[in-house]
């Protein structure tokens, strides 16, 4: 079963590694284009102001604030050494590689490693200021027609699309114990962040309703 799965997460995982130059901040970044590379982020982070953090903590706001600030919110021991705000330069190397920057950290993602794109999100991010009207949220996930609706839609989408085509999520057909392996495995071995049991379950019935064969 393990080989299994191992085989199965080689094929479909597609992290985004694409080669480029090992800092973006000369570049000028495109906020519209930062916007629409943020639904990468969106399955473990929250932008709108007040929102609950999910995986990760709410980024609204995260461009010149204090690293590991957010009220309530259990940050890693890794991300809590670190000192500062968050600016360009330092978003930019943990966008590309957060265990490099914070050895230990639970931040689920390997990286971006084209610097256009880590421009382009910290210019979205950099957006993410004041509150109430003024505020730029999030793109609402579109995750197409195939896709549908019912409990766990949204978080099975943003869970699976952060790192691969839901084409391939749909033509699986694997049963509800063995989602929940894969999603075991993928946490312990490929370093995606773990979900909370409520998001879990909610991941898993989805998964199993839509995509899945009789136990």
């Not at 259990?74 to 705000?85: F, I, M, N, P, T």
């Not at 896709?147 to 691969?164: F, I, K, Y």
């Not at 063995?178 to 379950?201: C, F, I, K, N, S």
Request: overall charge negative; hydrophobic content about 45%.
């Amino acid at each position: 079963m393990r080989a299994w799965i191992e085989a199965l997460s080689a094929a479909v995982i597609a992290l985004v590694a694409a080669p480029g130059l090992a800092d973006s901040t000369a570049l000028q970044g495109d906020a519209a284009s930062g916007k629409q590379a943020f639904l990468l982020c969106s399955a473990c982070h929250t932008v709108e102001p007040g929102a609950a953090a999910l995986i990760g903590p709410n980024l609204h706001g995260v461009v010149g604030r204090d690293i590991a600030s957010v009220a309530g919110f259990e940050y890693s021991d890794a991300l809590r050494a670190l000192e500062g705000a968050w600016g360009d330069g330092n978003l930019d190397r943990f966008i590309e590689n957060p265990m490099q920057v914070a050895p230990g950290t639970r931040m689920g993602m390997a990286g971006i490693a084209d610097p256009q794109q880590r421009a382009d999100l910290i210019a979205y991010l950099a957006t993410l200021r004041g509150e109430g009207a003024g505020a730029t949220a999030a793109p609402a996930p579109d995750f197409g027609p195939d896709w549908p609706t019912g409990p766990g839609q949204v978080e099975a989408g943003r869970l699976c699309n952060s790192c691969h085509s839901l084409a391939i999520v749909k033509q699986q057909g694997l049963s509800r114990a063995t989602w929940d392996d894969l999603l075991d495995w993928m946490v312990e071995e490929q370093g995606m962040a773990e979900q909370t049991p409520e998001q879990r379950a909610l991941i898993l019935d989805y998964l199993a309703t839509h995509f899945g064969v009789p136990e």
